[in-house]
């Protein structure tokens, strides 16, 4: 929720589009992204990422954090990402590596990626120029794949 508010800092004239599966969820992030939302700065929706409410090409920068572990279909996910970014556009995957998978509880549906696992969904969905970028040092152990949607 911290990174929807530093997303919108970082792009002062742009606005920041966020989706949640979970009420609960989408709940918190508007009490504490109000400000943003209140200038029209932030939109946040209840929605599921197997169906994004959203036209062909509506973003230049698509984020995800913490979410791959309870996509259903990964690569229909990124797809359906990919889609709704213009050509040139940027996806961004933030999430706990493998690494911690042998210490932490796994809730039904709940499934641990490596950064090369996620490297290679995206790849297989048409994206490009796929950076993997870890944390090693860090805990919890956290890694990022960055990837390009091609210009036709």
């Given amino acids: 929720m911290r990174l929807l508010a530093r997303m919108a800092e970082s792009a002062p004239r742009g606005v920041v589009c966020g989706v949640d599966y979970s009420k609960d969820m989408l709940l918190e992030a508007r009490r504490l992204n109000r400000e943003l939302i209140a ?14 409410d959203y036209p062909d090409a509506s973003f ?8 791959v572990y309870y996509w259903p279909a990964p690569l229909s996910n990124v797809r359906e990402m990919a889609r ?8 961004v995957v933030a999430f706990r590596t ?23 969904v995206l790849a297989e969905a048409g994206l490009i120029e796929i950076e993997r ?4 040092l ?3 152990r956290c890694c990022v794949v960055i990837a ?3 210009v036709a």
């Fill in 39 to 52: 200038q029209n700065r932030m939109e946040l929706r209840l929605g599921d990422l197997a169906r994004l």
């Fill in 148 to 150: 390009k949607k091609a």
């Fill in 133 to 136: 970028r870890q944390r090693p």
């Fill in 84 to 91: 709704v970014l213009r050509p040139g556009g940027t996806l």
């Fill in 60 to 67: 230049n920068t698509g984020c995800t954090a913490n979410t």
């Fill in 98 to 120: 493998t690494a911690l998978a042998p210490y932490r509880h796994a809730p039904l549906g709940f499934r641990w990626y490596s950064a090369a696992q996620v490297a290679a």
């Fill in 138 to 140: 860090v805990l919890p």
